[in-house]
């Protein structure tokens, strides 16, 4: 199979890979062909060498450097094919598939990035590319679980959080802060990327007050080209899309009624 316009396989060395919190991990890849032509929301698919692991895993781009050649992935082991991936180190090397998709709106001027769990990945990359001109709004269960913080701090203005037991920031969920920010900020843009449920009522609220929103769908991918059909999905124009090709971003308006 032909790979689309602007995408690469390539053998990538791995530089280094940490755990970040409880089976969270940080990878890091050399692939300076990926790095030149990744933006901010794509994706790869990841395939590990010599494994028993036919299938591709698909993981956000968290990072990408294009001086250095290196692109970062955080993600979260789930099943065996992360638990893998979790288990290479500095040295070894994992075969790259990418950037796939597109991408969120660099354009606007004023963002609120908001995600929740590992959808903070995706929108990390989004930070840095926005050069200081975003804030984000990050939601979990616990303190803990905000580890992000971190990693968002010198790339957005500033940091919004909310937690389920109140051990960070605002009580409840991003939804429960989301109606306060829009109405207090100018924000032209909100982008956001987390389970399903948290992204409808982002959207919702987002409509509500007259701003753009653009979600990240996650859906399982057998190939991430749009060839296998397995990511597709109904649109609100009843129309058919392939999250992998047609998105992982969209319009929220698309995808939600």
Excluded at 33 to 57: D, K, P, T, W
Aim: hydrophobic letters at 40%; a neutral charge; aromatic letters at 6%.
């Amino acid at each position: 199979m032909d790979l689309p316009k602007e995408k690469v396989t390539v053998d990538a060395n791995i530089v280094s890979q940490q755990e970040l919190y409880d089976q969270v991990f940080q990878l890091v890849v050399k692939a300076p062909e990926v790095a030149a032509l990744a933006e901010a929301g794509q994706f790869v698919q990841l395939r590990i060498l010599n494994s028993n692991c036919l299938l591709r895993r698909p993981v956000g781009i968290a990072a990408a450097d294009k001086e250095k050649g290196t692109v970062a992935f955080i993600y979260r082991v789930v099943g065996k094919g992360t638990k893998a991936i979790s288990e290479l180190k500095a040295g070894d090397t994992i075969n790259v598939l990418g950037p796939l998709g597109h991408g969120f709106d660099t354009a606007a001027k004023k963002p609120l990035i908001v995600g929740g769990g590992m959808g903070l990945s995706p929108v990390l990359f989004y930070a840095a590319t926005m050069q200081g001109k975003a804030d984000v709004l990050m939601g979990g269960k616990t303190c803990g679980e905000l580890f992000w913080q971190e990693l968002f701090a010198g790339k957005v203005q500033d940091i919004f959080c909310t937690t389920d037991d109140g051990s960070l920031g605002t009580k409840g969920f991003t939804t429960t802060l989301l109606p306060e920010l829009l109405a207090k900020k100018d924000y032209d843009i909100v982008v956001a990327c987390g389970p399903e449920i948290m992204m409808k009522g982002i959207a919702k609220i987002a409509k509500e007050h007259g701003v753009r929103c653009q979600v990240s769908l996650e859906k399982r991918m057998g190939c991430g080209l749009g060839a296998c059909l397995s990511c597709s999905i109904d649109t609100t124009d009843g129309k058919r899309k392939k999250v992998c090709k047609d998105g992982p971003v969209f319009e929220a308006g698309e995808v939600f009624a």
